[in-house]
Protein backbone atom coordinates (compact mmCIF):
# COMPACT_ATOMS: atom_id res chain seq x y z
CA UNK A 1 0.00 0.00 0.00
CA UNK A 2 1.15 3.18 -1.02
CA UNK A 3 1.82 5.79 2.41
CA UNK A 4 2.11 8.76 0.42
CA UNK A 5 -1.53 8.68 -0.65
CA UNK A 6 -4.47 9.40 2.35
CA UNK A 7 -8.44 9.03 1.32
CA UNK A 8 -11.28 11.09 2.54
CA UNK A 9 -15.14 11.13 2.13
CA UNK A 10 -16.11 14.24 0.45
CA UNK A 11 -19.09 13.72 1.85
CA UNK A 12 -17.87 15.27 4.94
CA UNK A 13 -19.18 12.26 7.42
CA UNK A 14 -17.69 11.38 10.59
CA UNK A 15 -16.67 13.91 13.30
CA UNK A 16 -18.99 16.95 11.43
CA UNK A 17 -21.99 14.94 10.27
CA UNK A 18 -23.80 17.16 7.22
CA UNK A 19 -20.25 19.12 6.62
CA UNK A 20 -19.09 19.32 3.20
CA UNK A 21 -15.68 20.12 2.37
CA UNK A 22 -13.93 20.82 -0.91
CA UNK A 23 -12.48 18.34 -3.24
CA UNK A 24 -9.24 19.86 -2.78
CA UNK A 25 -9.60 20.02 1.10
CA UNK A 26 -10.57 16.26 1.35
CA UNK A 27 -7.59 15.45 -1.01
CA UNK A 28 -5.17 17.41 1.32
CA UNK A 29 -5.12 15.90 4.62
CA UNK A 30 -1.90 16.29 5.42
CA UNK A 31 1.05 14.40 4.54
CA UNK A 32 0.52 10.87 6.02
CA UNK A 33 3.98 9.40 6.16
CA UNK A 34 4.59 12.05 8.62
CA UNK A 35 1.83 11.24 10.56
CA UNK A 36 2.60 7.72 10.69
CA UNK A 37 6.49 8.71 11.43
CA UNK A 38 5.38 10.64 14.28
CA UNK A 39 3.00 8.24 15.85
CA UNK A 40 5.54 5.68 15.66
CA UNK A 41 8.07 8.01 17.38
CA UNK A 42 5.65 8.64 20.12
CA UNK A 43 4.56 4.97 20.76
CA UNK A 44 8.49 4.12 21.11
CA UNK A 45 10.19 7.30 22.77
CA UNK A 46 13.51 5.70 22.73
CA UNK A 47 13.67 5.47 19.13
CA UNK A 48 16.61 6.81 17.26
CA UNK A 49 14.93 8.82 14.63
CA UNK A 50 16.90 9.02 10.86
CA UNK A 51 13.68 10.13 9.49
CA UNK A 52 13.40 13.61 9.89
CA UNK A 53 14.84 16.15 7.40
CA UNK A 54 15.09 18.64 10.45
CA UNK A 55 18.63 20.96 10.92
CA UNK A 56 20.84 20.23 13.52
CA UNK A 57 19.16 21.52 17.06
CA UNK A 58 21.99 22.49 18.75
CA UNK A 59 24.06 24.26 16.06
CA UNK A 60 20.97 27.00 15.42
CA UNK A 61 22.61 29.98 15.06
CA UNK A 62 20.88 31.78 19.12
CA UNK A 63 23.33 34.00 19.23
CA UNK A 64 23.49 35.04 15.64
CA UNK A 65 19.87 35.70 15.44
CA UNK A 66 20.16 37.59 19.37
CA UNK A 67 22.64 39.50 17.79
CA UNK A 68 20.60 40.49 14.96
CA UNK A 69 17.85 41.28 16.80
CA UNK A 70 19.43 43.95 19.05
CA UNK A 71 20.60 45.20 16.16
CA UNK A 72 17.22 45.57 14.62
CA UNK A 73 15.41 47.08 17.47
CA UNK A 74 18.50 49.44 18.32
CA UNK A 75 16.95 51.57 15.79
CA UNK A 76 13.64 52.77 16.12
CA UNK A 77 12.79 53.28 12.54
CA UNK A 78 13.84 49.83 12.03
CA UNK A 79 12.01 48.50 14.86
CA UNK A 80 9.02 49.92 13.88
CA UNK A 81 9.30 48.83 10.19
CA UNK A 82 9.76 45.33 11.56
CA UNK A 83 6.84 45.46 13.55
CA UNK A 84 4.19 46.72 10.53
CA UNK A 85 2.90 44.97 7.69
CA UNK A 86 5.42 44.86 4.63
CA UNK A 87 4.67 44.16 0.69
CA UNK A 88 2.97 41.17 -0.94
CA UNK A 89 6.82 40.29 -2.96
CA UNK A 90 8.56 41.38 0.23
CA UNK A 91 11.28 43.60 1.91
CA UNK A 92 13.03 45.58 -1.07
CA UNK A 93 16.82 45.08 0.56
CA UNK A 94 16.67 41.10 1.15
CA UNK A 95 15.28 40.61 -2.23
CA UNK A 96 18.58 42.89 -3.33
CA UNK A 97 20.54 40.98 -1.79
CA UNK A 98 19.55 37.67 -2.62
CA UNK A 99 20.19 39.03 -6.60
CA UNK A 100 23.17 40.41 -5.25
CA UNK A 101 24.35 37.01 -3.55
CA UNK A 102 22.99 35.32 -6.25
CA UNK A 103 25.32 37.00 -8.99
CA UNK A 104 28.34 36.35 -6.88
CA UNK A 105 27.34 33.07 -6.71
CA UNK A 106 27.29 32.27 -10.44
CA UNK A 107 30.31 34.65 -11.23
CA UNK A 108 28.46 37.01 -13.14
CA UNK A 109 26.67 40.25 -13.11
CA UNK A 110 22.84 40.81 -11.97
CA UNK A 111 22.43 42.28 -15.65
CA UNK A 112 24.13 38.73 -17.61
CA UNK A 113 22.21 36.85 -15.46
CA UNK A 114 18.69 39.07 -16.57
CA UNK A 115 18.35 39.03 -12.74
CA UNK A 116 16.37 42.34 -10.83
CA UNK A 117 15.07 42.35 -7.24
CA UNK A 118 11.85 42.83 -9.15
CA UNK A 119 11.68 39.31 -10.07
CA UNK A 120 12.52 38.06 -6.60
CA UNK A 121 9.27 37.33 -4.37
CA UNK A 122 9.76 36.57 -0.27
CA UNK A 123 7.64 33.78 1.15
CA UNK A 124 6.66 32.06 4.22
CA UNK A 125 9.46 29.29 3.19
CA UNK A 126 10.40 27.75 -0.32
CA UNK A 127 7.10 25.08 -0.12
CA UNK A 128 5.27 27.80 -0.03
CA UNK A 129 6.29 29.29 -2.76
CA UNK A 130 6.35 25.86 -4.83
CA UNK A 131 2.26 25.92 -3.88
CA UNK A 132 1.75 28.79 -5.29
CA UNK A 133 3.49 28.48 -8.83
CA UNK A 134 2.02 25.07 -9.33
CA UNK A 135 -1.49 26.88 -8.36
CA UNK A 136 -0.70 29.58 -11.16
CA UNK A 137 0.15 26.68 -13.49
CA UNK A 138 -1.36 23.63 -13.24
CA UNK A 139 -5.63 22.99 -14.27
CA UNK A 140 -6.85 19.46 -13.18
CA UNK A 141 -4.95 16.68 -14.99
CA UNK A 142 -1.94 19.05 -15.79
CA UNK A 143 1.46 17.62 -15.98
CA UNK A 144 4.51 18.22 -14.17
CA UNK A 145 7.82 15.96 -14.72
CA UNK A 146 10.51 14.70 -11.97
CA UNK A 147 12.97 13.16 -10.55
CA UNK A 148 12.03 8.96 -9.62
CA UNK A 149 13.03 9.35 -7.05
CA UNK A 150 11.59 13.29 -5.72
CA UNK A 151 11.17 15.49 -2.87
CA UNK A 152 7.52 13.70 -1.26
CA UNK A 153 6.33 16.66 0.15
CA UNK A 154 6.64 18.23 -3.49
CA UNK A 155 4.42 15.06 -4.99
CA UNK A 156 1.95 15.97 -2.63
CA UNK A 157 1.52 19.83 -3.35
CA UNK A 158 1.03 18.17 -7.13
CA UNK A 159 -1.62 15.67 -5.96
CA UNK A 160 -3.41 18.84 -3.67
CA UNK A 161 -3.76 20.62 -6.90
CA UNK A 162 -5.25 17.57 -8.73
CA UNK A 163 -2.10 17.23 -11.27
CA UNK A 164 -0.10 14.64 -12.37
CA UNK A 165 3.47 13.97 -11.22
CA UNK A 166 5.24 11.74 -13.90
CA UNK A 167 8.73 10.16 -12.86
CA UNK A 168 12.06 10.68 -15.31
CA UNK A 169 15.02 8.22 -14.57
CA UNK A 170 17.85 10.02 -12.11
CA UNK A 171 21.25 8.89 -11.27
CA UNK A 172 23.94 9.92 -9.00
CA UNK A 173 24.30 12.55 -11.04
CA UNK A 174 20.54 13.66 -10.59
CA UNK A 175 18.36 13.92 -13.06
CA UNK A 176 19.22 12.27 -16.73
CA UNK A 177 18.63 14.85 -19.72
CA UNK A 178 17.89 11.82 -22.13
CA UNK A 179 15.64 10.45 -19.65
CA UNK A 180 13.74 13.59 -20.13
CA UNK A 181 13.66 14.06 -23.54
CA UNK A 182 12.39 10.47 -23.87
CA UNK A 183 9.85 11.13 -21.91
CA UNK A 184 8.55 14.19 -23.69
CA UNK A 185 8.02 12.38 -26.76
CA UNK A 186 6.15 9.75 -25.36
CA UNK A 187 4.02 11.90 -24.12
CA UNK A 188 3.87 13.99 -27.40
CA UNK A 189 2.99 10.00 -28.69
CA UNK A 190 -0.07 10.22 -26.15
CA UNK A 191 -1.08 13.86 -27.05
CA UNK A 192 -0.80 14.59 -23.84
CA UNK A 193 2.79 17.00 -24.40
CA UNK A 194 0.41 19.95 -23.95
CA UNK A 195 -0.44 19.24 -20.12
CA UNK A 196 3.07 19.56 -19.59
CA UNK A 197 3.89 22.29 -17.29
CA UNK A 198 6.69 22.20 -15.56
CA UNK A 199 10.03 20.06 -14.75
CA UNK A 200 11.03 20.00 -11.45
CA UNK A 201 14.51 19.36 -10.96
CA UNK A 202 16.66 19.93 -6.85
CA UNK A 203 19.77 20.90 -8.14
CA UNK A 204 22.04 20.66 -5.22
CA UNK A 205 22.15 17.93 -2.53
CA UNK A 206 18.80 16.16 -3.73
CA UNK A 207 16.23 15.66 -1.06
CA UNK A 208 15.75 12.58 -0.89
CA UNK A 209 18.84 11.58 -2.89
CA UNK A 210 21.68 13.87 -1.44
CA UNK A 211 22.87 14.35 -5.45
CA UNK A 212 24.37 17.24 -6.65
CA UNK A 213 23.11 17.56 -10.50
CA UNK A 214 26.09 17.22 -12.98
CA UNK A 215 26.88 20.70 -14.38
CA UNK A 216 27.42 18.70 -17.73
CA UNK A 217 23.70 18.01 -17.51
CA UNK A 218 22.78 21.62 -16.61
CA UNK A 219 22.98 23.63 -19.90
CA UNK A 220 21.29 20.62 -22.00
CA UNK A 221 18.24 20.34 -19.43
CA UNK A 222 17.61 23.73 -19.66
CA UNK A 223 18.04 23.40 -23.61
CA UNK A 224 15.87 20.52 -23.62
CA UNK A 225 13.05 22.17 -22.03
CA UNK A 226 12.68 25.49 -24.30
CA UNK A 227 12.84 22.91 -27.47
CA UNK A 228 9.99 21.28 -26.12
CA UNK A 229 8.02 24.24 -25.06
CA UNK A 230 6.49 24.00 -28.67
CA UNK A 231 2.35 24.07 -27.68
CA UNK A 232 3.06 25.73 -24.03
CA UNK A 233 5.45 27.43 -21.92
CA UNK A 234 7.36 24.29 -19.88
CA UNK A 235 8.87 25.85 -16.88
CA UNK A 236 11.76 24.36 -14.88
CA UNK A 237 11.32 24.72 -11.39
CA UNK A 238 14.78 24.72 -10.07
CA UNK A 239 14.80 23.78 -6.48
CA UNK A 240 18.30 25.31 -4.67
CA UNK A 241 17.04 24.65 -1.13
CA UNK A 242 20.27 22.93 0.06
CA UNK A 243 23.16 25.04 -2.40
CA UNK A 244 24.74 26.98 0.71
CA UNK A 245 25.01 23.44 2.43
CA UNK A 246 27.43 22.13 -0.27
CA UNK A 247 30.65 20.67 1.59
CA UNK A 248 32.58 19.69 -1.26
CA UNK A 249 35.14 21.60 -3.62
CA UNK A 250 32.88 21.90 -6.84
CA UNK A 251 30.00 24.18 -6.89
CA UNK A 252 28.23 24.04 -10.01
CA UNK A 253 26.26 27.13 -11.22
CA UNK A 254 22.79 26.82 -11.08
CA UNK A 255 20.24 25.84 -14.28
CA UNK A 256 19.46 29.38 -13.79
CA UNK A 257 22.24 31.02 -14.59
CA UNK A 258 21.90 28.65 -18.10
CA UNK A 259 18.82 30.94 -18.94
CA UNK A 260 17.93 33.96 -20.14
CA UNK A 261 15.01 34.33 -17.40
CA UNK A 262 12.03 33.17 -19.73
CA UNK A 263 12.05 29.37 -18.49
CA UNK A 264 13.72 28.45 -15.14
CA UNK A 265 12.11 29.61 -11.74
CA UNK A 266 15.31 29.76 -9.16
CA UNK A 267 13.92 28.80 -5.81
CA UNK A 268 15.57 29.20 -2.50
CA UNK A 269 15.09 29.41 1.45
CA UNK A 270 17.27 30.32 4.21
CA UNK A 271 15.07 27.61 6.47
CA UNK A 272 18.35 25.03 5.94
CA UNK A 273 20.68 27.34 5.72
CA UNK A 274 19.68 29.66 8.55
CA UNK A 275 16.74 28.62 10.49
CA UNK A 276 13.50 26.70 10.06
CA UNK A 277 11.52 28.95 12.50
CA UNK A 278 12.42 31.61 10.67
CA UNK A 279 10.57 30.38 7.42
CA UNK A 280 12.01 32.68 4.85
CA UNK A 281 11.91 31.63 1.08
CA UNK A 282 12.29 33.25 -2.45
CA UNK A 283 12.39 32.81 -5.60
CA UNK A 284 13.70 34.79 -8.61
CA UNK A 285 10.40 34.52 -11.46
CA UNK A 286 10.09 34.84 -14.91
CA UNK A 287 8.41 38.05 -15.60
CA UNK A 288 5.09 36.51 -16.75
CA UNK A 289 4.35 34.30 -13.30
CA UNK A 290 5.16 37.30 -11.24
CA UNK A 291 1.58 38.50 -11.19
CA UNK A 292 -0.55 35.36 -10.94
CA UNK A 293 1.54 34.32 -8.00
CA UNK A 294 1.46 37.85 -6.52
CA UNK A 295 -2.54 38.07 -7.01
CA UNK A 296 -2.64 34.53 -4.50
CA UNK A 297 -0.04 35.02 -2.74
CA UNK A 298 -1.64 38.25 -2.01
CA UNK A 299 -5.19 36.78 -1.16
CA UNK A 300 -3.28 34.12 0.98
CA UNK A 301 -0.77 35.53 3.63
CA UNK A 302 -0.98 39.83 2.57
CA UNK A 303 2.50 39.79 2.82
CA UNK A 304 5.01 37.57 4.77
CA UNK A 305 6.10 38.45 7.81
CA UNK A 306 8.09 41.68 7.75
CA UNK A 307 10.43 41.26 11.07
CA UNK A 308 11.26 37.64 9.69
CA UNK A 309 12.72 39.25 6.43
CA UNK A 310 14.41 41.86 8.17
CA UNK A 311 16.15 39.80 10.64
CA UNK A 312 17.47 37.96 7.56
CA UNK A 313 18.72 40.53 5.80
CA UNK A 314 20.49 42.04 9.03
CA UNK A 315 22.25 38.58 9.71
CA UNK A 316 23.11 38.61 6.22
CA UNK A 317 24.63 42.78 6.25
CA UNK A 318 26.57 41.82 9.51
CA UNK A 319 28.05 38.85 8.59
CA UNK A 320 26.10 36.05 11.30
CA UNK A 321 24.75 34.19 8.38
CA UNK A 322 27.48 33.60 6.36
CA UNK A 323 29.46 32.54 9.51
CA UNK A 324 26.78 30.38 10.18
CA UNK A 325 26.83 28.81 7.20
CA UNK A 326 30.24 28.02 7.09
CA UNK A 327 30.00 26.38 10.51
CA UNK A 328 27.34 24.05 8.95
CA UNK A 329 29.13 23.26 6.17
CA UNK A 330 32.02 21.86 8.39
CA UNK A 331 29.28 19.75 10.87
CA UNK A 332 27.63 18.50 7.94
CA UNK A 333 31.09 17.13 6.50
CA UNK A 334 32.34 15.67 9.30
CA UNK A 335 28.46 13.83 9.34
CA UNK A 336 28.48 12.91 6.20
CA UNK A 337 31.54 11.08 6.76
CA UNK A 338 30.33 9.75 9.81
CA UNK A 339 27.41 8.45 8.14
CA UNK A 340 29.55 6.63 5.77
CA UNK A 341 31.71 5.07 7.79
CA UNK A 342 29.02 3.66 9.85
CA UNK A 343 27.05 2.21 6.70
CA UNK A 344 30.13 0.66 5.94
CA UNK A 345 30.73 -0.78 9.53
CA UNK A 346 27.44 -1.63 10.44
CA UNK A 347 25.22 -2.08 7.66
CA UNK A 348 27.01 -3.55 4.75
CA UNK A 349 28.02 -6.35 6.43
CA UNK A 350 24.32 -7.27 7.29
CA UNK A 351 23.35 -6.47 3.37
CA UNK A 352 24.33 -5.59 0.14
CA UNK A 353 23.36 -1.76 -0.13
CA UNK A 354 24.16 0.78 -2.82
CA UNK A 355 24.49 4.50 -2.03
CA UNK A 356 26.71 7.79 -2.96
CA UNK A 357 27.87 9.72 -0.16
CA UNK A 358 26.56 12.83 -0.70
CA UNK A 359 28.47 16.86 -1.43
CA UNK A 360 26.66 18.59 1.46
CA UNK A 361 22.16 18.64 2.20
CA UNK A 362 21.01 16.63 5.00
CA UNK A 363 20.49 13.11 3.18
CA UNK A 364 21.60 9.98 2.06
CA UNK A 365 19.52 7.94 -0.37
CA UNK A 366 20.28 3.65 0.44
CA UNK A 367 18.97 0.97 -1.89
CA UNK A 368 18.99 -2.29 -0.49
CA UNK A 369 18.15 -5.84 -2.29
CA UNK A 370 14.85 -6.21 -4.21
CA UNK A 371 13.85 -8.54 -1.45
CA UNK A 372 14.02 -6.10 1.59
CA UNK A 373 10.73 -4.06 1.82
CA UNK A 374 11.63 -0.89 3.57
CA UNK A 375 7.62 0.68 3.03
CA UNK A 376 5.62 1.39 6.53
CA UNK A 377 4.16 -1.91 6.12
CA UNK A 378 6.99 -3.88 5.23
CA UNK A 379 9.51 -6.25 7.48
CA UNK A 380 12.89 -4.05 7.46
CA UNK A 381 10.65 -1.17 8.74
CA UNK A 382 8.53 -3.19 11.03
CA UNK A 383 11.86 -4.77 12.27
CA UNK A 384 13.55 -1.53 12.45
CA UNK A 385 11.35 0.21 14.66
CA UNK A 386 11.93 -2.89 17.46
CA UNK A 387 15.29 -2.26 17.08
CA UNK A 388 15.31 1.18 17.72
CA UNK A 389 15.37 3.18 14.73
CA UNK A 390 13.37 5.17 12.06
CA UNK A 391 13.59 6.56 8.82
CA UNK A 392 11.79 7.41 5.74
CA UNK A 393 10.84 4.81 3.49
CA UNK A 394 11.78 5.08 -0.56
CA UNK A 395 7.95 4.23 -1.61
CA UNK A 396 7.15 7.79 -0.47
CA UNK A 397 9.66 9.64 -2.58
CA UNK A 398 8.37 8.34 -6.38
CA UNK A 399 6.05 9.39 -8.98
CA UNK A 400 2.96 7.08 -8.92
CA UNK A 401 3.44 7.24 -12.61
CA UNK A 402 6.79 7.06 -14.41
CA UNK A 403 9.04 4.57 -13.49
CA UNK A 404 7.62 2.79 -10.88
CA UNK A 405 8.08 2.54 -6.97
CA UNK A 406 10.32 0.43 -6.21
CA UNK A 407 9.91 -0.94 -2.25
CA UNK A 408 13.92 -1.22 -1.61
CA UNK A 409 15.23 1.98 -0.63
CA UNK A 410 15.25 4.55 2.19
CA UNK A 411 16.05 7.76 3.07
CA UNK A 412 18.42 8.39 5.93
CA UNK A 413 18.43 12.11 7.20
CA UNK A 414 22.34 12.73 9.33
CA UNK A 415 21.40 16.13 10.31
CA UNK A 416 19.52 16.05 13.76
CA UNK A 417 20.59 13.46 15.42
CA UNK A 418 23.98 13.33 17.58
CA UNK A 419 27.11 11.40 16.06
CA UNK A 420 26.58 8.77 18.99
CA UNK A 421 23.04 8.73 17.71
CA UNK A 422 23.73 8.52 13.92
CA UNK A 423 26.31 5.64 15.13
CA UNK A 424 23.85 3.50 16.89
CA UNK A 425 21.00 4.15 14.76
CA UNK A 426 22.65 2.80 11.52
CA UNK A 427 24.33 -0.49 13.86
CA UNK A 428 20.12 -0.40 14.79
CA UNK A 429 19.42 -0.73 10.87
CA UNK A 430 22.45 -3.51 10.71
CA UNK A 431 20.66 -5.92 13.16
CA UNK A 432 17.51 -5.17 11.42
CA UNK A 433 18.96 -6.80 7.87
CA UNK A 434 20.41 -9.49 9.91
CA UNK A 435 17.73 -10.53 11.65
CA UNK A 436 15.28 -10.48 8.68
CA UNK A 437 18.29 -12.30 6.85
CA UNK A 438 18.30 -15.20 10.37
CA UNK A 439 14.28 -15.54 10.06
CA UNK A 440 13.96 -16.49 6.40
CA UNK A 441 14.24 -19.89 5.48
CA UNK A 442 16.68 -20.94 2.90
CA UNK A 443 15.84 -21.42 -0.50
CA UNK A 444 15.90 -25.13 -1.58
Not at 93 to 112: K, N, Q
Not at 294 to 323: C, R, W, Y
Amino acid sequence: MRMSKQTHSSSGEGDFPGATFSRRATAAGGPPIANVLMAQALAHPDVISLAAGFVEHDSLPVEEVAKSVDSMLSRRDAALSSLQYGSTIGYPPLRRAIVDRLAAAEGRSSAELAASMEQVVITAGSNQLLYLILDSLLDPGDIVLCGSPTYFVFLGIIQNLRGRAIGVATDSEGLVPEALEERLAWLERRGELDRVKAVYVASYCDNPTGSTLADSRRAKLVDIVKRWSRKQKIRILEDAAYRDLQCGDVRPPSLRSHDDGDCVVLIGTFSKSFSPGIRVGWGLLPADLLPPVLALKGHLDFGSPQFNQMLVFTAIENGAFDSHVEKLRRRYREKIELTAAALEESLRPAVPIEYVKPAGGLYVWVRLPPEYDTGIEGDFFQTCVREGVLFLPGECCFPDEGNGVPKNCLRISYAMPSPEGLRQGIAALGRAARRIRQDRPNPA
